[in-house]
């Protein structure tokens, strides 16, 4: 079974997500620990009450962020984790750290990048008046927010949404994808070339899949096709 480290920032319900598949049967891997850099963050009670192991690794008992880092990336090491995930981590990892698991990091993000990177996701979405927003599982890479994408879901942004209704819908849409991500990594079916991943049996999208939003009311004749 894979073995999956978790760091987390916040409340911890992506981490909770994981948490659920696995002690369900339905994702096969291992939590051999969960690192937080917040001591009042959500995700360390959630350990403890499952029995899982975790830490807090605080940035500021650090001279610099490398040693910051270095820390995280031994006790992930010393408990043979082979896939780190970022769970709502409010930080940027540095290159070192990332070069310690080449593609054997993953970051769940809610927007549908390369959309609306970093920050206050939700807000920027509803600015520039999108008709979609949604959320991205992809591999870390040096960049914020930049790495391959592994799999996305998508929600229609609704004309009387707030940043809290439409995190709500995105944030359940997130519980799905990420276990089905840190599935397809545990059971070797994907393969990285550049940015692109794809799943290993050549699966693919069949039929008009398309979404509009608000919905076409006009039909398509057969002289527009």
Known sequence: MLK?????????TNAQCLINAIEEGRLSATIELIISDRPEAGVLERAKKHGLEHVLVRENEYVTRAEFDGEMMNLLKGRGVELVVLA???????PAFIEAFPER???IHPALLPSFPGLNVHKKAIKHGVKFSGCTVHFVDSGLDTG?????AVVPLLDDDTEDTLAARILREEHRIL???VSLIASG???VTGRQVRLKNNASIEGNQAMENPPVSLTVSENDR
């Open 4 to 12: 999956i480290g978790i760091i987390a920032s916040g409340r911890g």
């Open 88 to 94: 709502g981590f409010m930080r940027v990892l540095g």
């Open 105 to 107: 990091i993953i970051n």
């Open 148 to 152: 391959p994408i592994i799999i996305q």
């Open 179 to 181: 276990p089905e991500a």
């Open 189 to 191: 079916s994907i393969t």
